[in-house]
């Protein structure tokens, strides 16, 4: 950039600044009413025009996390005494807390949903991105017979809607008995984030000068420790870019999580919209888990997001 | 430290050939220069002798033993590079060590400490050694490359062109120091550059590589006052050696370019067609002489001037003392050392004295 802007620059300068300021706000304005909803007591939720100023509760969440049916009749006042604080926000809402025979609280099935989309997302994440390095490695530093074709063939998989081939899935999920395990979807998860994550690897290794291998072979280190010791941490921006984008695509799949799994490997994603459904809608609980779910990725991509900024600009100039 | 020798090695990458029937020796403690153009082969030489590439063909001996199948590591050679030859990530100490943890050498942590101390002195890196490299300097890079060579004692030194990425300043003080280490450590040195200042001034003995080829392997002087081919004279020397066509008549050398001076050698060769091949310092400026020429352009270099005269259509280049004063465009009259002509074969470049 130049030392010295001229009047002209300065004015430019301050129009990209309000558009990028408007962008920013639309861009925002869903995850707001999101965080906003998930705080706001049941009747206001959606009103019309929306309700901006309101005491926040955290009642939606007590709510989300707990299995819940609606009360016949009023808790008597000696009851609504003795009941926990919780407990008291779920008899505020006209609902009462579910019980077992022993008296146990009940959970609703979201803890587990999203410890199942944890799981999956995490497991599937490392498992593309480890096999997708070495891949790229191989591709990239040695002569692979019909290397073009095969990069393509990887690239390939990704051509066509994975929606596509749900059915086939299903049914050769259903015969060898993969179908709602946390196994199936994680083996799914990775077979789709491969291809991307080959091709991402490759073109950041081929940016690594490969004299930094070609020094430790003759230092005295074999091929593997060479990876593992100069091109890995060389790589790192590249991985971290690679991670990020698997783990995203992974935690919000949405079609194949609605089909393959119903119960105990449901991800959290079919699990939030299957609750509308049920009784009447309660939005602020399903805002408080949405909410919940966006947490995750959002702290993942904190934490990486200095590797992920070199590794956009990275790719970007690549020719 | 030991003794390298290739025996007819060639190698090709797909239909490229990079080196073609390469036979070379490098003694115990010699400092070998192999020269040549990008393209030549110095390269690829290097990655044979280091085991980053296998010969399409031939052997390596190192020390007298076939090491063909040997890998990298186990060949026990460094390899210092032009550039990207240091870890990234690491600091400069951590650099050194780096060879010296290597699993097959098992090296006690207090020899370590004590070896990349010694080389830090040697080197006068010292203040850095805690530094990342990609806050060094270029000359400081390239002292700790060589550095993270010296410290593992390897059998023998490959340099790939380390000086080439440094000012001019920094690689001719780094080129007196490396020769100095070399002949403190007695190590085998096979260096490769396509400077010729620096082959000349390093080399216990230069090979000019041409195309994949070994076209001549001598001491910096043989190299210098008998060149095999016109190649070889035109790839060693600054100014390089004038090559003037022309023919020997009755102990004379005509000129295409019109003038005719005597030469000693080669009576033998009367009436041939050749290339005459004379050094600039060999040229001088004599108002008796015969023959006559125009000052085209005039080089001060401080003692000497570098003149280029036209004489006919050639431009042959003369040394003179700078205290000579000469302008552009004068009439100058030149004669040339008799015995310090070299007569090359027109067709084949050949030097036709033998080399």
Redesign the interface.
């Known amino acids: 950039m130049a030392a010295v802007q001229t009047t002209s620059e300065r004015a430019l300068n301050k129009v990209a600044i309000v558009g990028v300021l408007i962008a920013t706000i639309i861009f925002l304005a869903p995850i707001y009413w999101i965080v906003s909803t998930s705080f706001k007591p049941r009747n206001l939720a959606t009103t019309i025009p929306p309700t901006v100023l309101f005491e926040p509760e955290i009642s939606p969440f007590v709510k989300l996390v707990l299995r819940r049916s609606q009360l016949r009749e009023q808790p008597s006042p000696e009851e609504y005494a003795a009941a926990p604080w919780w407990e008291r926000l779920v008899f505020d809402g006209g609902e009462k807390v579910v019980r077992d025979g022993q008296g146990n609280v009940q959970l609703s099935g979201y803890p587990s949903r999203f410890v199942n989309s944890l799981i999956v997302a995490i497991v599937s994440t490392v498992l593309a991105v480890g096999m997708g390095t070495i891949t790229a490695y191989g591709f990239s530093r040695f002569k692979v017979k019909g290397e073009q074709d095969w990069l393509f063939f990887i690239l390939s998989t990704r051509m066509l809607p994975p929606v596509v081939v749900a059915i086939p899935m299903f049914l050769m999920y259903r015969a060898v008995g993969l179908n709602d395990t946390h196994l199936g979807l994680i083996i799914l998860y990775t077979a789709f984030n491969l291809s991307f994550s080959v091709w991402l690897m490759k073109g950041f290794i081929d940016e690594i000068?490969r004299?930094?291998e070609?020094?430790?072979?003759?230092?005295?280190?074999?091929r593997m420790?060479a990876f593992f010791k100069?091109v890995l941490?060389?790589a790192a921006t590249g991985i971290a870019a690679t991670a990020v984008f698997c783990f995203i695509t992974a935690w919000n799949e949405y079609a194949f999580a609605l089909i393959m799994t119903r119960r105990t490997a449901q991800t959290a994603p079919p699990f939030i919209p299957s609750q509308v459904g049920s009784g009447l809608p309660d939005w602020t609980v399903i805002a408080s888990g949405t909410f919940l779910f966006l947490l995750p990725v959002a702290i993942f991509t904190f934490l990486l997001r200095n590797h992920l900024l070199r590794g956009m600009s990275f790719g970007a100039i690549r020719k | 430290m030991a003794h390298i020798e290739l025996r007819n090695v060639s190698k090709s990458f797909g239909a490229n050939t990079a080196l073609k029937g390469l036979n070379l020796t490098v003694e115990d403690g010699q400092f070998f220069v192999l020269l040549g153009e990008t393209g030549a082969g110095k390269t690829t030489t290097l990655r044979v002798v280091a085991g980053l590439e296998k010969p399409t063909e031939g052997t390596v001996l190192i020390d007298g033993v076939d090491v063909g199948s040997w890998g990298a590591a186990e060949r026990d050679v460094a390899l210092v590079l032009q550039q990207y030859s240091l870890y990234p990530r690491y600091t400069v100490r951590e650099n050194l060590e780096f060879p010296l943890k290597s699993k097959i050498r098992r090296v006690e942590p207090a020899e370590i400490k004590e070896r990349v101390d010694r080389v830090a002195r040697t080197l006068r890196i010292e203040h850095l050694m805690d530094r990342k490299t990609d806050r060094l300097s270029g000359g400081e890079m390239q002292r700790v490359s060589i550095g993270r060579a010296i410290v593992r004692k390897p059998r023998v030194f490959l340099m790939d062109e380390p000086l080439s990425a440094l000012d001019a300043k920094l690689r001719e003080a780094l080129r007196t120091e490396l020769k100095n280490l070399q002949m403190n450590l007695g190590a085998t040195f096979l260096f490769v550059t396509h400077d010729q200042v620096e082959a000349m001034s390093m080399g216990d003995r230069i090979g000019v590589l041409d195309r994949g080829r070994l076209v001549q392997v001598g001491t910096p002087s043989e190299i210098y006052a008998r060149p095999k081919n016109t190649f070889v004279a035109r790839a060693v020397g600054s100014p390089p050696m004038n090559l003037i066509h022309g023919a020997v008549r009755d102990g004379n050398a005509v000129a295409e370019a019109g003038f005719s001076l005597p030469i000693a050698a080669a009576a033998s060769q009367d009436g041939r067609a050749v290339t005459f091949g004379v050094r600039p310092e060999d040229i001088r400026l004599d108002a008796e002489a015969t023959a006559k020429g125009r000052v085209h352009d005039v080089e001060n270099h401080g003692v000497e001037k570098i003149v280029t005269v036209a004489a006919g259509d050639a431009l042959l280049r003369l040394t003179t003392p700078a205290s000579h004063k000469l302008a552009i465009d004068d009439t100058i009259a030149f004669s040339w050392n008799p015995d310090k002509i070299i007569l090359f074969d027109r067709g084949s470049g050949l030097n036709l004295a033998g080399a």
């Open positions: 000068p004299e930094y070609e020094a430790a072979l003759v230092d005295g280190y074999t420790e100069v941490p060389e």
